[in-house]
């Protein structure tokens, strides 16, 4: 069955520290999506990335970096110089190749707290 | 362009009551889902709908409907509320509802119902 693990339910780090969230997803197909979402205190959830399992290519944007690897069924993502705008909990979210499938699987999420 | 948006953004209602959430979606798009996120979790998936069909529901009773209009808009009703549906209602809007085939879906800000 698909399922994401998020084990860290909390960080808190110092501004310009650099954090890394870990996500490990299972699932039996060969073919699936990858999602990390951000949700401020507002709520509202913040589409951050999207990598299917064919692309292992690491992706840097700004601050924000992926690590993918297929061999640990892993999809770490670092924030370099984290900044307190950077507080949130992050979510890793899973979806399998499936014309019927109709919804991610999410994580329970990690709380991400910056500090000045 | 104007994201995904959501109404009421508060809600507060006694057992037993019945309550519907609105839902616009990112213009051109034509599907919407329903997720559920109690405090602490992930998002749980309700319903998903394109071009006016229900194409996929989740594990919810059916105190939990939804319809979506000609103009793609999505309204989510619940009747004979519990305190357990006490939670952040969040709508995803994404072109054609294709989640296994990696079609990002966009998120609103939510709506916050509180049941007493």
């Known amino acids: 069955a698909q399922k994401v693990t998020q084990a860290q339910t909390e960080i808190s780090v110092v501004e310009k520290e650099d954090v890394t969230l870990d996500c490990v997803y299972e699932t039996r197909d060969t073919t699936y999506y990858l999602f990390w979402y951000k949700q401020p205190p507002s709520g509202e959830l913040v589409f951050l990335i999207r990598r299917n399992s064919f692309d292992e290519q690491n992706e840097i944007s700004g601050r924000y970096s992926w690590n993918f690897q297929k061999s640990t069924s892993s999809f770490n993502f670092t924030i370099t110089a984290s900044q307190v705008v950077d507080s949130a909990v992050y979510f890793c979210a899973l979806s399998e190749n499936a014309g019927n499938n109709r919804k991610l699987i999410w994580g329970l999420g990690t709380s991400l707290g910056v500090n000045p | 362009d104007a994201g995904v948006t959501q109404s009421p953004t508060h809600l507060i209602k006694t057992r037993g009551q019945q309550v519907t959430l609105r839902c616009s979606p990112i213009s051109g798009h034509k599907s919407v889902s329903w997720y559920q996120q109690v405090l602490g979790q992930g998002p749980q998936f309700i319903f998903q709908?394109?071009?006016?069909?229900?194409?996929g529901r989740g594990n919810f009773p059916d105190r939990f409907s939804a319809r979506q209009f000609p103009n793609y808009s999505s309204e989510l009703n619940v009747n004979a509320l519990l305190l357990g549906d006490s939670a952040l209602y969040l709508c995803?809007?994404?072109?054609?509802?294709?989640?296994?085939?990696?079609?990002?879906?966009?998120f609103g800000p939510g709506t916050r119902l509180l049941v007493l």
């Open positions: 709908y394109y071009e006016k069909e229900e194409r």
């Open positions: 995803a809007s994404s072109l054609r509802g294709f989640v296994g085939l990696g079609e990002t879906q966009y």
